[in-house]
């Protein structure tokens, strides 16, 4: 099994290496991460520039291991070329932060999974409300990819989004399938005298959610795992419309 990693944090997040390290368990394992932390750049490429690459030391228990300076999304699209390799899974993270609810919109880490399944390949993200204790998140992602792979839950059409639960949470009750929260990021700005820079000011807008959400499960102890569609038709409203129509 040849496993891609990516990441939206950089190539030196604690994160990435831990990702790597259990993914390794399950076959061969090659890494493109960006050059800097990319946070928020969602499926956003790289259009009117050339990028630069380099091959750093692989970190550990991966094959091969190339940083581009680019988005999340780019460092598929040129693994694919540089690796030159038919990936059978793509994996992104485990990112610093959980990615719920409209985060998902925004996210590098699932934007390159997004990228990922465009492309083909089967593909999972990975979030965490934080990466300190690296050793409860890779006991967690192994227990969770062998109960993957068995049932072969990521070939499915969609995007797996895999959020682990918070911080307080001492080890996880269990998983739980989730659809997204209605949580809403969102940012203000605060301008300088003159009017010339704006600073950001990001808040969260909390909803009552749902008992089968993203959040209720990571804020009840549970590790949250949300397919997500790639089509983004709300296939109700065309009928709808076309019944109004007529």
């Known amino acids: 099994m040849n496993i891609l990693v990516v990441n939206d944090d950089g190539y030196l997040a604690p994160g990435l290496e831990t ?97 990922a399944k465009f492309l083909g390949i089967p593909a999972i993200a990975f979030s965490a409300a934080s990466v300190p204790n690296l050793e409860y998140l890779f006991d967690e992602t192994v227990k969770l990819m062998d109960e993957m792979k068995e049932s072969e839950l990521y070939l499915g059409n969609y995007v797996l989004n895999i959020n682990f639960p918070k911080t307080h949470v001492a080890k996880p009750i269990g998983v739980k399938i989730t659809k997204l929260g209605k949580r809403h990021q969102h940012s203000d700005f605060s301008a300088t005298k003159d009017g010339l820079v704006y600073v950001p000011n990001y808040g969260v807008t909390n909803y009552l959610e749902d008992d089968d959400s993203d959040i209720k499960a990571i804020d009840q102890g549970y590790v949250s795992i949300t397919p997500l569609s790639l089509d983004n038709t709300n296939h109700a409203s065309i009928k709808q419309i076309l019944k109004t129509e007529a």
């Open 19 to 115: 990702l790597v390290k259990a993914m390794a368990l399950f076959g061969n394992v090659y890494v493109s991460a960006p050059k800097e932390g990319q946070s928020a750049k969602s499926m956003s490429i790289t259009i009117k520039k050339n990028m630069h690459v380099f091959y750093p030391e692989p970190i550990v228990g991966s094959k091969n291991m190339i940083v581009v300076d680019g988005t999340p999304a780019d460092c598929v699209g040129i693994a694919l070329k540089a690796f030159n390799v038919d990936f059978d899974l793509c994996v992104s993270g485990i990112n610093y932060g959980h990615n719920v609810a409209t985060d998902i919109f925004y996210s590098g880490t699932v934007g390159a999974a997004r990228e």
